[in-house]
């Protein structure tokens, strides 16, 4: 980094951090009869652990809460570093505008700008009202922000740790989705921001926070719009695929383009410029909600490996027809699931396997052979597969029906405490996934969701189904792949 | 092979202005090799002359076989208008040439800026180089296999300007016909280093498009043909912005 690399990374650090971590918030909207959203905001970040200074803002209540109100944001005991703001459209203009330089960052959530017709101009008045009050404005038509390290969320998550994933959702709605999904599958937050209109802050300031933030190491962005498209473009290559950035774009194709268009009121880009920039800067490009959390999955949890980019996959587990099927799925997908050679396939034979045991790979194991020695025997095939197979990745699946009334419940941790023994004996060799597969009986999925959540804190990354991981890791892949090309 | 074509020395930013102060939408073809040999492009030697005798006489300043075409803003498609004859081997044939072409119903009744004379380019493979600009990213460049595999199969590779020599490079190995330019089917392989080179010159760090892409809404050089020595800008339309 050279020394104005670090200037330019220390400043937009510190323009952040009261955003992040607020020390002060106010919210303006809540009633004193506590049931509007600006209440349940309060609650949420008390709840999260926030314990700040909270200043309501209220045009004649004296208390909110419990809290002292205030009549306007000019008017709170220390300057605000977060304004929550979810009053009516036209109501907005005039608040900000009293604040006198004494707020850091507005959120405004109300809707009713921009994104519909009638409310353009409403929007450029916001926009000259922050200016005249002295503030950033986040939004409007938005849903909020989650940051873990301010204990500050507007979602209801119950407690979480902070992890290493930051993300711009220009969806509230989908943002809430995307930590609630996410806090389910074992996805660490460093930051989620909701920016709808991107009025003043779009998502590629946010984003250049998070490449500077130390917190942060895997990327993600739900996009709509560019906004400022070279932007964008910029600032991911001159970020040099460093952190792995993985993009949902909304609005890729013409019919997608005309809801987008609906939902944000700009114009969306062509889908070519989209598959450039990913071709140019390595993001990786998700389709679908389940891709970019897999995939967001799967760069939090793995490190990769440029140096030999991903490409032979070994899976191993009980179910034949679906490690074939998934073969094909992930040949298609430009991933090998080589046979083995020779060699490993005469040291696994030594093994002495019970029968219906496939010997090369796919390795079909059935639960007999898998819940020999409690689950051990997957120690000394494993072994064997990493010392002479030398496979990129270990997709280990787990059909969970074929093990109900079986076998002890240790079997399933064996198997993968056997996995995690082998995966630290061949350090930087192999990626590990997990795929928990079930059939959605109601007790079997609630061991699936235990199950899940132990090997989730263990740091590997858990899916529902092969083809699943399968895209975390061509994601994975080509990641390493454009690192490798550009380090050469 | 730089052009001349009787235009002097007229730098890429005057060749726009003056297509703009002629309230033209996009520049001729002429405007346009000049333009792109203004970045190092190359494009076939050539001359403008006015009648079958110009022309003839012309002849002697160039190597055969030569190509003739019609210069008018009124016809987009000059070969479907008869205003194109390739393969002329002498100044008797391209006096010929010039007459038959005045007398085509679609020619006549158009407005003439005068006729294109050029050397033909050496045989090659096609190639598409394009350019357009996108209301977000701002340049894109394009690279294409010509003929059917650009117009029927859609087989190109955009970036967004400016480009590497890597993504250059890895445009053309991204072609589903990739294969042509590696001498597929018994020929002998094109050059790669003159379309990455075009590439560069058309959509990299000081090129055509990062320089002039607020004027370019979109551009065309098609077929560029590229023989195993180098490429050849053989026709080039260049769409102005509003």
């Known amino acids: ?27 303006v909207g809540a009633s004193t009869e506590g049931a509007a959203l600006p209440n349940i905001f309060i609650r949420r970040i008390r709840e999260f652990g926030y314990n700040g200074a909270i200043y309501p803002i209220h045009p004649a209540a004296k208390e909110i809460d419990g809290l002292p109100a205030y009549r306007s944001l000019g008017e709170t005991p220390e300057p605000v570093d977060y304004a929550y703001i979810a009053i009516a459209a036209a109501q907005v203009p005039p608040l900000l505008e009293e604040a ?67 993300v711009v959702s220009q969806s509230g709605g989908l943002g809430t989705d995307i930590i609630r999904r996410g806090l389910t599958r074992g996805l660490g937050f460093s930051g989620l921001v909701t920016v709808g209109n991107c009025a003043d802050i779009g998502a590629n300031d ?124 992930l040949s298609r997908i430009g991933l090998d699931v080589d046979t083995f050679e ?23 194991a059935p639960v007999g052979t898998l819940q020999q020695e409690d689950g051990r025997v997957a120690e000394k095939i494993l072994e064997v597969i990493y010392g002479s197979g030398r496979p990129d990745a270990l997709v280990m699946h787990l059909n969970l029906s074929a093990f109900v009334g079986r076998t002890r419940d240790e079997v399933l941790d064996n198997l993968v405490q056997a996995a995690l023994r082998v995966q630290a004996r061949f350090p930087g060799q192999a990626h590990f996934l997990l795929v928990l597969r079930s059939d959605g009986e109601p007790a079997l999925e609630e061991r ?41 | 092979m730089e052009g001349d074509g009787g235009g002097g020395m007229t730098t890429p930013a005057e060749l726009i202005a003056q297509a703009r102060a002629a309230k033209r939408a996009a520049l001729d073809e002429l405007a346009g090799k000049r333009l792109l040999a203004g970045f190092g492009v190359s494009v076939p030697r050539s001359r403008v002359v006015q009648d079958a005798g110009a022309a003839a006489a012309a002849c002697r300043e160039l190597k055969p076989p030569l ?122 392989p094109v050059s790669r280093e003159a379309i990455v080179d075009v590439l560069l010159k058309v959509g990299g760090e000081s090129g055509l498009l990062m320089t002039h892409g607020a004027d370019i809404a979109e551009a065309d050089i098609n077929p560029l043909i590229v023989s195993e020595r180098g490429a050849v800008a053989v026709d080039a339309r260049f769409v102005l912005t509003q």
Not at chain 2, 120 to 137: N, S
């Open chain 1, 100 to 166: 006198r330089g004494r707020v850091r960052f507005a959120q405004v959530i109300s809707s009713g700008f921009g994104e519909v017709d009638e409310g353009r101009e409403l929007q450029l008045a916001l926009v000259a009202a922050a200016r005249t009050g002295g503030m950033r404005l986040i939004g409007p038509n938005c849903l909020g922000l989650h940051t873990p390290r301010g204990r500050v969320t507007f979602t209801e998550t119950g407690p979480v740790e902070a992890g290493p994933v930051g």
């Open chain 1, 342 to 364: 020779r060699q490993t396939v005469d040291d696994l034979a030594r093994l002495k396997l019970p029968p219906g045991t496939s010997i090369t790979n796919p390795v079909d």
């Open chain 1, 1 to 27: 980094m050279t020394k104005n690399e670090k200037r330019v990374t220390s400043n937009v650090i510190e323009q952040f951090r009261p955003l992040f971590e607020p020390k002060t918030v106010a919210v």
């Open chain 2, 67 to 188: 190509v003739l075409k019609i210069m008018s803003p009124d016809l987009l498609h000059k070969s479907d208008a008869g205003g194109v004859k390739v393969g002329l081997g002498s100044a008797a044939e391209v006096e010929d040439a010039v007459r038959a072409m005045m007398k085509q119903p679609a020619i006549e009744s158009a407005r003439i800026d005068g006729f294109l004379l050029e050397e033909m380019a050496p045989v090659g493979v096609e190639v598409v180089v394009g350019g357009l600009r996108d209301p977000q990213f701002g340049p894109l460049v394009m690279a294409g296999l010509g003929g059917v595999f650009v117009e029927v199969l859609a087989d190109v590779a955009f970036r967004i300007c400016p480009v590497t020599r890597l993504d250059a490079e890895e445009m053309l190995d991204e072609l589903k016909g990739a294969a042509l330019l590696r001498g597929a089917r018994g020929r002998r």
């Open chain 1, 448 to 488: 699936k969701r235990v199950f899940r959540a132990r090997a989730v804190a263990l740091g590997i990354p858990v899916y529902d189904e092969i083809a699943n991981a399968g895209q975390a890791l061509a994601a994975l892949a080509f990641h390493e792949r454009f690192v490798q090309s550009r380090n050469r």
């Open chain 1, 206 to 329: 946010l984003l250049e926070f998070y490449l500077a933030d130390a917190q942060t190491r895997v990327i993600g962005l739900y996009l709509e719009t560019a906004g400022d498209g070279r932007r964008l473009f910029e600032i991911l290559r001159g970020a040099r695929a460093g952190k792995p950035v993985v993009i949902l774009k909304g609005g890729r194709t013409r019919q997608g383009r005309a809801a987008a268009a609906s939902h944000t009121g700009s114009l969306a880009g062509d889908d070519r410029a989209w598959v450039a920039l990913s071709k140019q800067t390595g993001c990786v490009m998700a389709d679908t909600l389940d891709g970019f959390i897999d995939a967001l999955l799967a760069f939090q949890a793995l490190a990769p490996q440029p140096r030999h980019p991903t490409r032979r996959v070994v899976l191993f587990g009980n179910g034949g027809g679906a490690s074939v099927l998934a073969t094909d799925q």
